[in-house]
DNA sequence: CGTCGATACGGACCCAGGGTCCGGATTCTA
DNA sequence: TAGAATCCGGACCCTGGGTCCGTATCGACG
């Protein structure tokens, strides 16, 4: 019940505000776990009390951020044209899709990472990756042969785990097209198997 | 350097306490966050200088544990029979050695839970997941055609993550079987595919 | 078996950080 | 422009990880 939005000029003022102020935060700061609310609150030039009633708690200020960063993408994933639009076929599209998610991620490192440990509840109960799973799941079904296309989307997704990729081009080293190009053939593998 | 054991009885008898009492806990416990420290110190007996002292830290205690839980599964794989074993052949020991990290978090929930999301370092620079993931490059390694094993190994662990396991066995009541099958069915497909 | 140095014990204490509260300021409505 | 509704903000609370240090225990040695 925290979530509904206030039509008060200051309100929306500070709320823009505070968006602005923790994004930055999050690009600028190493770590998102120390990035607190008081900073968040203070970069905002704001007070804590302003900070939370306006998203609740620290998890509705980085959903609210998240949900910002991803809109361009959904709308390209809902509406746009091939291979990441539903006109698609879906052998293109599912490697598409995985694509977006793990450009996503390497673009917004720290906010996917703080989104997703969160501390305590997992990514897995958030609507964004209901979502995500949902669409991916309807899209693998459309291929033909492919079974446990459920659990398929879930595995295919947990590839591109924020913490994973922050691993991977962290202490691995790996360049962001080379990773790219290890998930899309990882993905063909999982969809090429026809009768083994 | 707070990891050297003491020869003294009343430490490690201790420690044994710590032990059985955070193990009771997590298995107790519905969420592995609200079983504190503190907790621990008290069910165990002991203060909670003891508790830091003996492991470090949290995440010590956590590692701990979990390395005690590991040990049968270890020897399984380093010195047991097939398919678990060094002896088996690549392509069964692949989906074995996958079923057995899976079979543990099942059995283990709350630990992996709490160990691997730790809040603040991910499971990815623990040493634990290092061992299993070069294990698994390796074995990935010997089977023909397969490229980007590194990526492969960080792909198919990712799908046994604790809080993937989590949310399926729980919000999504997919039997143990099922789940089991499930994901041998994924590594197949991922190992199946020759030349496509 | 008594003494003594080394080690461990444990709970009071510290601190960061998320979240709350409420008196006062600001904004909308009439 | 009065009055009500809403919002502001920073002092405050509380939980929980981690530390400190005076005291109790251990075990080696004489």
Chains 1, 2 share one sequence.
Request: net charge neutral.
């Amino acid at each position: 019940m925290p979530e509904r939005q206030s039509s008060r000029k200051d309100a929306v003022r500070n709320r823009e505000a505070v968006l602005t102020a923790a994004d930055a935060l999050f690009a600028r700061r190493e770590s998102p776990e120390d990035v607190t609310m008081a900073d968040v609150a203070a970069a905002a030039g704001v007070g804590k009390g302003t900070l939370f009633r306006a998203f609740g708690d620290r998890a509705g200020l980085l959903r609210a951020l998240y949900a910002a960063r991803l809109e361009p993408i959904r709308q390209a994933v809902e509406t746009g044209p091939p291979p990441l639009g539903p006109t698609a076929p879906p052998r293109d599209r599912v490697p598409a899709l995985l694509d977006a998610v793990l450009c996503f991620k390497l673009d917004n490192r720290r906010l996917a990472l703080a989104l997703e440990e969160g501390g305590g509840n997992s990514p897995y109960q958030a609507e964004h990756y209901e979502r995500w799973h949902s669409l991916l799941r309807a899209v693998l079904e459309q291929i033909p042969g492919l079974t446990d296309c459920d659990f398929t989307a879930h595995a295919l997704l947990a590839a591109t785990r924020a913490d994973l990729v922050e691993h991977l081009a962290g202490e691995g080293h790996i360049p962001r097209e080379r990773m790219r190009a290890q998930l899309a053939n990882f993905a063909t593998r999982v969809l090429a198997s026809g009768p083994l």
